[in-house]
């Protein structure tokens, strides 16, 4: 399910949408997708990472919905998605650009953020013709393009063949996480949070991640550890900014420099000390305040949805900050 059990109230606890909705893939996958705000505002897409479901982005939903149209839907398998044989990343576009059809009116516009496999999604769809129409933005969150196992600092030795090799059999394992024990929100906060995370945020995360069926978790696991993706990288030319954890063991800081260096159109890469790779759960208020930085700048209003993105908008700033 997309709502874990025993979230405690606040923050993470996943608020109840406006309309529920399954968009249908290209190969038939259905789906789950979840509207929140009002319908006429400005729109936002949030696709969430691996293992991960509608869950995670609650902070963000919790906010952003007060004037704005907030579609978030559960990659297939996760969530309330049921899981498919297909797992490519010609299917996380083929999902995404489905989501965007069957929510976006023909011409309108949406930014849509991603987080760690759903910056992958949207690097994979970025020359889709359905995606251009689409988006007028892009966050991509604690992601990467590209040699993901390699430079994976989950396993604490020197980078090299026995790291890579390590990586691959913790990242890629078919064993069942089991219940949200003390044990098992110490593995996950090291894995994936930085050191300072408050035990609440541990707990949201953990109870999201130990959701995923483990044989989705190790079917997705396959495709990360070959992803190459560095041509959707260029093909993505909307507006682009893009947020990363200093402490990231998963997708470390090298990759957000590098997708910097790469976008035709980087608006702004901002790296947060000390914070892991679940950036939306760590640092919510920033990542919010990024999402509607990018709408508020390249999104048409509603009334002019079908037109071009602000003619005096920034595109050609590349700024780095700490906060």
């Known amino acids: 399910m997309s709502r874990p059990k025993n979230v405690v109230p606040g923050p993470y606890a996943p608020p109840a949408p406006a309309r529920e909705l399954t968009a249908v893939s290209a190969d038939g996958a259905r789906l789950h997708v979840e509207v929140h705000g009002p319908e006429n505002a400005p729109t936002v897409v949030l696709a969430h990472g691996w293992t991960c479901s509608t869950a995670f982005w609650a902070a963000q939903i919790r906010d952003l919905a007060a004037d704005h149209r907030v579609v978030a839907y559960d990659q297939r398998g996760h969530g309330r998605s049921p899981a498919s044989p297909a797992c490519t990343t010609e299917a996380l576009a083929d999902d995404l650009e489905a989501v965007l059809a069957h929510t976006l009116e023909p011409g309108q516009k949406a930014v849509i953020a991603g987080h760690s496999m759903g910056g992958m999604t949207v690097m994979a769809a970025a020359a889709r013709p359905r995606f251009r129409e689409h988006a007028a933005a892009v966050l991509l969150c604690s992601t990467g393009s590209s040699r993901?196992?390699?430079?994976?600092?989950?396993?604490?030795?020197?980078?090299?063949?026995?790291?890579?090799?390590?990586t691959t059999h913790v990242l890629g394992s078919r064993a069942p996480l089991g219940p949200v024990t003390p044990l098992a929100k110490r593995i996950l906060k090291y894995a994936t949070m930085g050191a300072g995370s408050a035990p609440h945020m541990v707990e949201a995360c953990a109870r999201i991640v130990h959701a995923c069926p483990r044989r989705v978790r190790h079917a997705w696991s396959q495709v990360l550890a070959q992803l190459d993706l560095d041509h959707g990288v260029r093909e993505l030319t909307v507006p682009t900014a893009v947020v990363a954890g200093t402490g990231d063991r998963l997708t470390p800081p090298v990759h957000a420099r590098a997708l910097a260096a790469a976008l035709p159109q980087c608006v702004g890469t901002t790296e947060l000390p000390g914070l892991g790779h679940m950036t939306p759960v760590e640092a919510p208020e920033l990542v919010t305040a990024r999402i509607r930085e990018l709408v508020t700048t390249y999104l048409p209003h509603p009334a002019d949805a079908h037109g071009d993105a602000p003619s005096d908008a920034h595109t050609d700033a590349h700024t780095k900050e700490s906060a």
């Open 148 to 166: 993901l196992v390699a430079e994976s600092t989950v396993v604490p030795i020197r980078a090299g063949r026995l790291r890579t090799w390590l």
